[in-house]
């Protein structure tokens, strides 16, 4: 992206015209690893409807702007988390959905599970709980397009998996 | 057919990786295919990207305090979990449970093979392309998710059962509604096969396709709706009776009479769906006979078994859930092994898999209903 | 009980040169103790001859001294059960494999070897199975020590209390409220 110099300040209604559709189209990669992808499931299914926020889920992090990392990570998966991370255009953002996701949770204790996702990628919304509420998921996307909001199109997002290491 | 075209390819084969970000295994399982064009020459299945240690937790963690975990186990079927580390614990301790506590563990068992067996035959339509069914079966699903919150409190990971029992009773009213739902719930079934399981569509891309035969089931130590779909009468519920299962009556569904082979997909979709009906059968008995008395038998606040081993088993949705639980007088276990379905239900893709299309094995490996956390622990 | 005394009386008439024990503990189950480069022959004749054709569990024990390992094989026409058990040296742990009787083994047997480090003699395809290739020490075992990083991602998470701000957690645990504060936490 076209990185304007410092000092640069553009009016904010322009941040709105770019900020309003990402947020009313958010598109998650449809990642579950484990019990909390059932609740994502269950959140995009017909009671608590995500599509009515713009979001629905897409198989391939190509074409997603959310990785909704639904459950626990280990060690033997983190690299293709990254992996995955690294796959997915800008502007990207992270909800780590469980406590699993994010400090290792139950499995803090265990010898495979990654303490907590932020330790491989940048992680935006925070959710707690084991498993959350499909209510806290929306809330929690809620969060994200309030996030979104925020973004200034001046200034570049953070967003490389390498910085963590 | 599927020999000739093998020859064809002149010996020209691809590596191809499915998973384990993929749609539908289902969790995060990495399928290594060869292909020969089109048709897999051979796979590799890689497990592992959800082992939690489970198992070596147990080992960290007081008895009572362990109850959590067997959740995890296997989340879609959480209930199977926790009966079967209470179950083992118990034999250990020599406690008796109540009847009706048993009777109660059997109602929140089979609601939740239902709900269970309502995901696995809804994302085996998803991954054939149909996408409605699934919306219809999460319906449902979110129905009983309700139940089950007034039952236990929760959605997914229940922790409902104790060593002993069950915490509390039903809740007044409980039982009426779910009765409701059960007569609701066995029209709903049929309205699914007109929707779905009847489609022309689907049946043909099933019938026929992946056969396991019984010899090669049951070496391969498949379990549960896997193995009776090949047509082996084997349920535990029946065979190796535990819990309050002696009493009711019901039907071990195997996957004879339907359209094609026994034991091809369609055989383990239809064998689910008519679990389901099975399943909601031994819930209506249970509600009405339920007995009167207490729900959880005397057991000490620090429990510790005396040394000794046991292995339970309970029929759970994706087969025998065993646990092997080794007691060395402590307050901790020596060792917890979880035997599920679903880690031998993996077992016998390299023997079937061979000779499928890659779109093929997609509705098989959706047929299998195997989940990621249960192969991985 | 009876299933297996009566097993393991057939078993000893069939085969005689093998050594074989009834053992139990205090409560549970009872087994057949089988020494363990006699246990591929033993199972051999169950599953031939006695008509145990499913193996139900197969599972490493690691009691402190020795590793274990717990076959559980059913017979599903006859709805009967047998246990055997082995039991190995810590180190330089070698079973022969049943991977040829019952196809599920071989992955109990590949799980048995990535979590306990048994070797399998015969297994055609011994490698770790739950974890990554390049793990280090097989974690069941009593005396593994766990790892503090993998590929650079440490396994130590901090407690978040010291992640706190000082002064915010002075405040958090301020003990009850003095009468002469009151101006200051009006503002
Ligand atoms: S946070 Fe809880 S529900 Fe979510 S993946 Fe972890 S253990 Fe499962």
Redesign the pocket.
Known sequence: MYHWGEGFAMPTKLDWLLNTPRKNSIWYLLFAT???GIELMQTGGPRTDLDRFGAVFRATPRQADLLLVA??VTYKMADRVRRLYDQMPEPKYVLAM???ANSG??FARSYSVVKGVDKIIPVDVYLPG??PRPEALNHALLTIQKRMMKDKWSVRRTTSSEKLL | MTQLILEDQHGETTMVNMGPQHPSTHGVINLRLLLQGEVIAKIDPIVGFLHRSIEKLGEMTPYPGFLPYTD?VD?LSAMFGNQVYCMAVEELLGVEVPRRAEYLRVIACELNRIISHLIAVGTMAMDLGAFTPFLHAIRERETVNDFMERICGARI?YSYMRIGGVPRDLEPGLDKDILKFLDRFEKFIPEFNRLITGNEIFVRRLIDLAVIPAADAISCGLSGPNLRSSGVDYDLRRDRPYSAYPEFEFRVVTGEGYRGQTGDCYARYWVRIDEMLESAKIVRQALLGLPEGDVKAKVPRKITPPKGEVYSAVESSRGEMGCYLVSDGGEQPLRVRFRTGSFTAMTVLPKIVPGLMVADLTAFFGSLDVVAPEIDR | MSDVKRMHETLSRALPDIPLEVESAQAGMSWIHVPAEHIAAVIGHLRHTEGFDYLACLTGIDTGEELQIAYTLRSLPDKTECALKISLPRDEAVVPTISHLYGVADWFEREVFDLYGVHFDGHPDLRRIMMPDDWEGHPLRKDYVFPSEYHGISAERPDPHDLLDPEYEACAVDPAPKSDSKEGSTS
Do not use: F, T
Request: a positive charge; charged letters at 5%.
């Open positions: 484990a019990c909390c459950g626990s469980g406590s699993c949770g139950l084991c498993a | 995890r989340y990971n």
